[in-house]
Each structure stands twice: as structure tokens, then as C-alpha cells.
């Protein structure tokens, strides 16, 4: 499955804050993180990544709570999501 994680951050971000980040990201091979971005305007950044399921993606990402505030989507390739739709 494939997750978009809106993120906004609590507070000012630290050398540890970052350094965290990566630790967290390292330490759990069963999500694959194949995109990270900085961003102008409501969000701060923006995750995409994958893993087997809602559960293990919840586990991973409650990691970061006490500084980002996220939103998480599910996301659907397009050529997936046009032939569940009837369209391909």
C-alpha cells in the first residue's frame, strides 16, 4: 500500500529533531520511504511511502507525534484506480 502524509511541525525543528527523522526512517525497514519534500503553503512537508498495510504505517508514523502533526492519505496508482473504476 502507499500512504501521502501531509506534515506540519509543531515546533521549530532541531539538529535532533532531523537527526530523529532519519533514525526513525532507518530503523523501520517495512516502510519504505521513497519520497520526502519540503513545502510552502498549509503543509510543511510531505511524506510518501509504502508499507504492507494501515497498521504498520500507523506504527511508523506515530513515531514523529510529538513534533509533526500529519495527515495521512492512502494512495492508488492511477492505472489501478482507472480499471477499479471501469475506465481502462
Not at 28 to 57: C, H, I, R
Request: glycine share 4%; charged share 30%; aromatic share 10%.
Amino acid at each position: 500500500m502507499q500512504f501521502v502524509t501531509l506534515i506540519r511541525f509543531r515546533r521549530k525543528l532541531t539538529r535532533d529533531d532531523v537527526d530523529r527523522t532519519d533514525r526513525i526512517i532507518r530503523e523501520n525497514p517495512q516502510v519504505k520511504v521513497s519520497l520526502m519534500l519540503w513545502t510552502f503553503g498549509s503543509y510543511d512537508g510531505l511524506l510518501v511511502a509504502e508499507a504492507a498495510d494501515e497498521k504498520t504505517y500507523m506504527k511508523f508514523i506515530l513515531q514523529f507525534a510529538d513534533y509533526l502533526s500529519t495527515e495521512t492519505l492512502v494512495a492508488v496508482p492511477r492505472d489501478e484506480a482507472l480499471k477499479l473504476a471501469g475506465l481502462r
